[in-house]
T-cell receptor, first 113, second 115 residues
Framework: DQQVKQNSPSLSVQEGRISILNCDYT??????FLWYKKYPAEGPTFLIS?????DKNEDGRFTVFLNKSAKHLSLHIVPSQPGDSAVYFC????????????FGKGITLSVRP | SAVISQKPSRDICQRGTSLTIQCQVD?????MFWYRQQPGQSLTLIAT?????????ESGFVIDKFPISRPNLTFSTLTVSNMSPEDSSIYLC????????????FGSGTRLTVV
């Protein structure tokens, strides 16, 4: 049973445009959500996170939105750059930032020059 | 954030053999974690390794198949035993504490192919 779902396996956008990566979850106990970025032959690196007490968190070009009623979160990248091309994993935990993470399958983002 | 060195980065192994993956951290950490990412799948936690105690395994993973050592606060190994092609995956070690001191920091992973 996939508790964190990233239903779109891939996304392609033009450089300079907005990238929107979606993530859905089923476990209502999740209270902390993270996005990780992964380049080939490297481990995932932390990108941005959001607590369930917020509905938006912004860090430079990256913004994460959380809709708790819909159990949905999204990562917006504006403007998209070719260096953003990577696999993006959505992850969630039920006890804050430092507890066990449940990951989605990832979305491969390609940003075209 | 912690820096993790993981090796080997990749290996091709014969079925029935075992492979030991090493993970070295540049600082002392209480907990280290081992994940598996099968092709097209999400990262799945195998076990949590605490120094001085036996590892805690997640449902579906057993010590006989994935023995873990944690001899000190900066090092851990994961062995994939009696391998079969289904064990072909990327294996990642991770520690708690990263950017802004929350979340996890990951090693670069070991890409294992069993033939």
């Amino acid at each position: 049973d996939q508790q964190v779902k990233q239903n779109s396996p891939s996304l392609s956008v033009q450089e300079g445009r907005i990238s929107i990566l979606n993530c859905d979850y089923t476990n209502s106990m999740f209270d902390y959500f993270l996005w990780y970025k992964k380049y080939p032959a490297e481990g995932p690196t932390f990108l941005i996170s959001i607590s369930s007490i917020k509905d938006k968190n912004e860090d430079g070009r990256f913004t994460v939105f959380l809709n708790k009623s819909a159990k949905h979160l999204s990562l917006h990248i504006v403007p998209s750059q070719p260096g953003d091309s990577a696999v993006y994993f959505c992850a969630a935990s039920a006890e804050g930032a430092n507890s066990k993470l449940t990951f989605g399958k990832g979305i491969t983002l390609s940003v075209r020059p | 954030s912690a820096v993790i060195s993981q090796k080997p980065s990749r290996d091709i192994c014969q079925r029935g053999t075992s492979l030991t993956i090493q993970c070295q951290v540049d600082s002392q950490v209480t907990m280290m974690f081992w994940y598996r990412q099968q092709p097209g799948q999400s990262l799945t936690l195998i076990a949590t390794a605490n120094q001085g105690s036996e590892a805690t395994y997640e449902s579906g993973f057993v010590i006989d198949k994935f023995p873990i050592s944690r001899p000190n606060l900066t090092f851990s190994t994961l062995t994939v035993s009696n391998m079969s092609p289904e064990d072909s995956s990327i294996y990642l070690c991770s520690v708690l504490g990263g950017v802004y001191n929350y979340g996890y920091t990951f090693g670069s992973g070991t890409r294992l192919t069993v033939v």
